[in-house]
């Protein structure tokens, strides 16, 4: 059985360098692509994952709570360097309720954790000290991050009506539609793993929602995750994983839709009003 791992992800996806590149040329300017174009993306592109393979190589060689604080002023600094400083602990805050989420979940259905792991344009990850015993208690431990992630963009919504602050109207918005994204249903999201306990075959539909996505957005992170849901799709179809595992009653499943099909309109509702509210 696989070692499971919770993550929010971030929208801007791993690499924003991509975006300059892709700015250099466009599919509508026909098909005089030049090869050194191609060359000097990919080249970008590899050389951002190998950067951050080797950051998280040295921080998970650090004792956890030192892993994890380093982690997270590393997280600070870039998306400060991006973004400015307030809004960089604004947004590793909702990353960190969001993780806070599934720990807690993990420990309702009696699984521990480790500390959430920051990694800057990936989000952040935790990691269980064993594998869910079925797609239920996996379900339930995936529903806790966007179910806690859901009520901190109610938070923020709430300050931004009672303040007026275009600040926390970001942030909410920002935090509904990270969770929203999250609940796309296909591995390794959150949706993916919730997807799980109602019908694996949404996953079908997940990946082609993700795939149509990234090429809508011509987002590189997003592809990249787009690609591990086909593998989990391949994984299963060669049956490497347990028919046992997804053996849930009628009620658990609907249980299970409920609290999914709920989170996915109340985010979907939240995030157009907030882009309609930001406009």
Same mark, same amino acid.
């Given at each position: 059985?696989?070692?499971?791992?919770?993550?929010?992800?971030?929208?801007?996806?791993?690499?924003?360098?991509? %975006?300059? &590149?892709?700015?250099?040329?466009? +599919?509508?300017?026909?098909?005089?692509? %030049?090869? +050194?174009?191609?060359?000097?993306?990919? %080249?970008?592109?590899?050389?951002?994952?190998?950067?951050?393979? &080797?950051?998280?190589?040295? #921080?998970?060689?650090?004792?956890?709570?030192?892993?994890?604080?380093?982690?997270?002023?590393?997280?600070?600094?870039? =998306?400060? =360097?991006?973004?400015?400083? %307030?809004?960089?602990?604004?947004?590793?805050?909702?990353? !960190?309720?969001?993780? !806070?989420?599934?720990?807690?979940?993990?420990?309702?259905?009696?699984?521990?954790?480790?500390?959430?792991?920051?990694?800057?344009?990936?989000? &952040?990850?935790?990691?269980?000290?064993?594998?869910?015993?079925?797609?239920?208690?996996?379900?339930?431990?995936?529903?806790?991050?966007?179910?806690?992630?859901? !009520?901190?963009?109610?938070?923020?919504?709430?300050?931004?009506?009672?303040?007026?602050?275009?600040?926390?109207?970001?942030?909410?918005?920002?935090?509904?539609?990270?969770?929203?994204?999250?609940?796309?249903?296909?591995?390794?999201?959150?949706?993916?793993?919730?997807?799980?306990?109602?019908?694996?075959?949404?996953? +079908?539909?997940?990946?082609?929602?993700?795939?149509?996505?990234?090429? !809508?957005?011509?987002?590189?992170?997003?592809?990249? #995750?787009?690609?591990?849901?086909?593998?989990?799709?391949?994984?299963?179809?060669?049956?490497?994983?347990?028919?046992?595992?997804?053996?849930?009653?009628?009620?658990?499943?609907?249980?299970?839709?409920? +609290?999914?099909?709920?989170?996915?309109?109340?985010?979907?509702?939240?995030?157009?009003?907030?882009?309609?509210?930001?406009?």
């Amino acid at each position: 059985m696989r070692r499971a791992r919770y993550t929010l992800c971030g929208l801007s996806g791993l690499c924003g360098s991509v %975006k300059k &590149a892709r700015q250099r040329f466009s +599919w509508k300017e026909g098909i005089d692509i %030049k090869l +050194w174009h191609v060359i000097a993306l990919g %080249k970008k592109v590899i050389r951002r994952i190998f950067v951050c393979a &080797a950051g998280l190589a040295a #921080v998970t060689s650090l004792g956890p709570a030192a892993a994890i604080a380093v982690s997270i002023l590393v997280s600070l600094a870039v =998306y400060a =360097y991006a973004f400015g400083l %307030k809004f960089a602990v604004g947004f590793v805050v909702l990353l !960190l309720v969001h993780e !806070l989420g599934h720990i807690i979940a993990s420990r309702v259905v009696g699984l521990r954790t480790g500390g959430p792991m920051f990694v800057p344009f990936v989000g &952040a990850v935790i990691s269980l000290n064993k594998p869910p015993q079925s797609a239920k208690m996996e379900a339930n431990i995936a529903i806790g991050g966007p179910a806690l992630g859901t !009520l901190s963009a109610l938070v923020c919504l709430i300050f931004y009506l009672w303040t007026d602050s275009t600040f926390m109207l970001v942030l909410a918005y920002t935090a509904s539609l990270l969770n929203l994204f999250n609940l796309i249903p296909c591995a390794p999201l959150d949706g993916g793993r919730i997807a799980a306990a109602i019908s694996p075959y949404m996953w +079908w539909a997940g990946s082609a929602a993700l795939g149509v996505l990234a090429v !809508l957005t011509g987002n590189f992170f997003i592809f990249v #995750v787009f690609l591990f849901s086909l593998v989990r799709l391949w994984l299963d179809d060669k049956g490497d994983v347990s028919p046992e595992y997804y053996a849930l009653t009628v009620r658990q499943r609907l249980t299970v839709a409920w +609290w999914y099909f709920g989170l996915l309109t109340v985010l979907g509702l939240m995030t157009w009003q907030l882009v309609e509210a930001l406009h």
